[in-house]
């Protein structure tokens, strides 16, 4: 029979891998010197935009990290850690943090993961200064629309003229009788 300790370790171990294979990416946060409410509000927050915040053991996550193949992100392991996994709407996930970040000093952003890019520090602070999916959608209508806008006021000029034209010749005749 396995010793608690050890089935804590090994399911958490398992939580990390299940949580990478099933999401788009990862950020790893630095939480030493957050106070457990804020952490908790932060929780919350990305539970609200589709990720999930968990806290585990450096050990633990280093040794995950290797089983994935994805030592690039062990040296972001240090000091109380936490994994944040993300779904979809990474640029969401990564405003949060920021906006979590210039309130909470403390939280330290490590790096992460999206897809098969290493993100660091920079790239998810440039992420969160992106428009989000829907706003990028909107200005992807407008675009789209413009040529076909043009065109139906392109043709609704000639078409106006031309309703011009032969009134014109219509009072022409009018006036000649």
Do not use: W
Request: with cysteine.
């Amino acid at each position: 029979m396995k010793k608690i300790g050890q089935l804590v370790k090994e399911t958490s171990e398992s939580r990390i891998k299940d949580s990478f294979k099933a999401s788009g990416g990862l950020i790893i946060v630095k939480y030493s010197g957050v106070s457990s409410p804020d952490m908790s509000a932060l929780r919350k927050t990305l539970k609200g935009s589709g990720a999930d915040l968990f806290v585990v053991k450096n050990s633990i996550a280093r040794r995950a990290m290797k089983e994935l193949s994805l030592e690039g992100l062990i040296p972001s392991i240090q000091s109380p850690c936490g994994m944040i996994f993300f779904k979809d709407e990474p640029v969401d996930i990564s405003r949060i943090l920021c906006a979590f970040r210039k309130e909470h000093e403390k939280l330290v952003l490590g790096g992460g993961l999206l897809e098969d890019k290493l993100l660091t520090l920079k790239d998810i602070e440039l992420m969160s200064t992106l428009p989000s999916k829907d706003a990028l959608r909107g200005k992807l209508v407008v675009v789209l629309n413009a040529p076909i806008s043009k065109l139906v006021i392109v043709l609704n000029r000639s078409l106006k003229k031309f309703v011009y034209c032969l009134d014109q010749i219509k009072q022409n005749k009018q006036k000649s009788n």
